[in-house]
């Protein structure tokens, strides 16, 4: 089962708005009708709540490896970090993208969002 609790935070360094992206290229789970692993790369970006917290990348890189034996469907697995995250850090914008390598001659990529995107990630 994923792992919240692996997640640690520290406060946000700045006051005013800005928004942080990290991308994990080497995401793995397990189809859970095949038990095949799935392989995907996840892009995280949020902007901080005022006097927020951001996610520290260590935490966030085992987090991401707690799935790795999980048999679950891609779009769970966007929706969980999302939700997760959420929890943890109370952003005023955070937004999930997950790409699946192709099966079958399908790629996939998910999206999962929370709050309002922030006005200069608008047009993006």
Known sequence: ???RALLEVFPTPADSPFVIEHVA????????KTGQP???VITLRYAPAAR?????LKSLKLYYQSFR?????????TNR??????ALMHPAWLQVVT???GRGGIRSRIRAEYGDVPVDWRTR
């Open 1 to 3: 089962m994923p792992d």
């Open 81 to 86: 970090i999302r939700d997760d995250l959420v």
């Open 99 to 101: 790409d699946w390598k």
């Open 25 to 32: 290229e080497e995401f793995t789970s397990l189809c859970p």
């Open 38 to 40: 799935d392989f995907g």
């Open 52 to 56: 927020g917290v951001c996610v520290e």
């Open 69 to 77: 034996n999980e048999g679950i469907f891609y779009e769970a697995v």
